[in-house]
């Protein structure tokens, strides 16, 4: 029926919608739907890495057909090579189609795609075949003719050699680029519709944190963040929630700094629901020795940071790669829980 779950779930027509990265029939995940009345989950479509493609991302819904990013996709002999995809997948008859990347100079799409609403949808790419020294591409996909057209062929490493996450705010794509190691720790690259290409902000080890994950949500003017190290890398404190001002001078601005003792090292973006951020951490918290991580609360008008609930295996540990999402109840839902071991190592949804 599919296990760990790997990407936000979609919430439509009073259903959620997501996939995972392991089970079915082929062991490369399955796309499902999940009634929260009835409890019911449905298996929708077994995944496989040369049909359907694999590693499939967040998604999103444009008339009745879920949209989403397929990381890794080996299309047949003569088409390419394993490069990923756009899935698409017709949820009134079942049926679902491939925009294979495997003739591109493109490669491993990522992240949530964004809807242009004007029957294309813009996307991130987290490998280039061409040079190490480019750390993607941003690219524009039709909908109506199923092909995939490059707004801009590189995105140089020296940005972040890992890029997270697209979001479209004030007629700008804000991209969030990670990095590996602290001397390149990050970045907030901007791309406007005008076709020029800027990096605005820069991640570092004495002000802001190091290596964010996740995405930017907007609140009030700003876009927020998070980074998964702390100032320094101090083993204690692990990770920061940001403030990014889109107007120049495009400042970054540490608001918080995680600590052990009320979780740390976040795993996701923020959620906004009622004026303040939502969020899940991978370790801390307060379970005896061993901290499997925490949901938490952030106010931006106070920068008072809540822990709410603290995991601890059987509801669920350490989350990674996981979203929240504000269910229709008007509650924090967090969609993913993994804890990787032989324990726990399906994933739980509350």
């Known amino acids: 029926m599919g296990n760990s779950p790997g990407a936000k779930l979609l919430y439509y027509n009073s259903k959620f919608y997501g996939s995972t990265v392991y089970g079915g029939a082929n062991n490369g995940g399955v796309l499902f739907e999940f009634n929260p009345t009835s409890n019911l989950y449905i298996k929708l479509l077994d995944l496989s890495l040369t049909s359907t493609g694999t590693s499939l991302g967040p998604l999103i819904v444009k008339n009745g057909i879920l949209y989403g990013n397929m990381q890794y996709y080996q299309p047949p002999a003569g088409q390419g090579q394993n490069r990923g995809a756009?899935?698409?997948?017709?949820?009134?008859?079942?049926?679902?189609?491939?925009?294979?990347?495997?003739?591109?100079?493109?490669?491993?799409?990522?992240?949530?795609?964004?809807?242009?609403s004007d029957g294309t949808l813009t996307g991130i790419t987290t490998y280039s075949p061409v040079s190490t020294s480019i750390a993607g591409a941003i690219f524009k996909y039709n909908i109506a003719s199923n092909t995939v057209n490059t707004f801009i062929q590189n995105i140089p490493a020296s940005n972040g050699n890992?890029?997270?996450?697209?979001?479209?705010?004030?007629?700008?794509?804000?991209?969030?680029?990670?990095?590996?190691?602290?001397?390149?720790?990050g970045s907030v690259v901007e791309y406007s519709i005008s076709g020029t290409l800027n990096t605005r902000a820069t991640f570092n080890t004495s002000t802001t944190g190091t290596r964010p994950v996740g995405f930017l949500t907007p609140f009030n003017g700003k876009l927020y963040g998070v980074s998964s190290s702390g100032l320094f890398d101090n083993l204690a404190k692990q990770g920061t929630i940001v403030e990014y001002d889109p107007l120049p001078p495009y400042t970054l601005t540490k608001k918080y700094e995680f600590l052990a003792a009320t979780g740390h090292r976040p795993t996701c973006g923020l959620l906004l629901y009622n004026n303040k951020f939502y969020g899940l951490t991978q370790v801390g918290g307060t379970t005896g020795y061993d901290p499997v991580g925490v949901l938490y609360e952030f106010d931006p008008a106070t920068n008072v940071y809540t822990q709410k609930i603290t995991f601890n295996y059987i509801n669920g540990a350490s989350p990674n790669l996981a979203a929240l999402i504000a269910a229709p109840t008007g509650s924090v839902l967090p969609i993913k829980l993994t804890n990787f071991t032989a324990k726990e190592n399906a994933g739980t949804a509350h």
């Open 162 to 185: 890992f890029l997270q996450d697209v979001r479209f705010y004030n007629n700008n794509y804000h991209i969030l680029a990670s990095t590996t190691n602290n001397s390149d720790a």
């Open 86 to 116: 756009i899935f698409a997948y017709n949820l009134s008859n079942s049926t679902y189609s491939i925009c294979s990347f495997g003739s591109l100079l493109l490669g491993e799409p990522k992240g949530k795609l964004v809807d242009n």
